[in-house]
């Protein structure tokens, strides 16, 4: 089993930034996919960045394209997701997630629908952005 914890949530003004954290514990792969999904109040949970911990491949939903960056410190079991730009509809749970391989649907774009193909998951972490 892998265990996941985030941190780094929070309320900001449209605009901010706000750094999440995830680190990854217990039976851990020397590489895996890790990524950030999010969630709001009825919507579905949809991914918004993940990484490829091996290769440093990252990939990004549009929505985020350009605000939002996801990066590994060198033990690779801790993932950052910098977030830009805050918009309020980027409210919402965030979750790190992970799972032994990256899907191949993500390397053909379809990070934002792949929530079911990712294994592990965190806790999650409130994000707020007000107007």
């Known amino acids: 089993q892998v265990q996941l914890v985030e941190s780094g949530g929070g309320s900001v003004q449209a605009g901010g930034s706000l750094r999440l954290s995830c680190t990854a514990s217990?039976?851990?792969?020397?590489?895996?996919?890790m990524g950030w999904f999010r969630q709001a109040p009825g919507m579905e949970r949809e991914g918004v960045a993940a990484i490829n911990t091996g290769s440093g491949s990252k990939h990004y939903a549009d929505s985020v394209k350009g605000r939002f960056t996801i990066s590994q410190v060198n033990a690779k079991t801790t993932v950052y997701l910098q977030m830009n730009s805050l918009k309020p509809e980027d409210t919402a749970k965030y979750y790190c997630?992970?799972?032994?391989?990256?899907?191949?649907?993500?390397?053909?774009?379809?990070?934002?629908?792949?929530?079911?193909?990712?294994?592990?998951w965190g806790q999650g972490t409130q994000v707020t952005v007000s107007s």
């Open positions: 997630a992970a799972v032994r391989f990256c899907p191949i649907g993500l390397y053909a774009g379809r990070l934002s629908t792949m929530a079911a193909d990712f294994r592990y």
């Open positions: 217990g039976d851990t792969y020397s590489t895996m996919c």
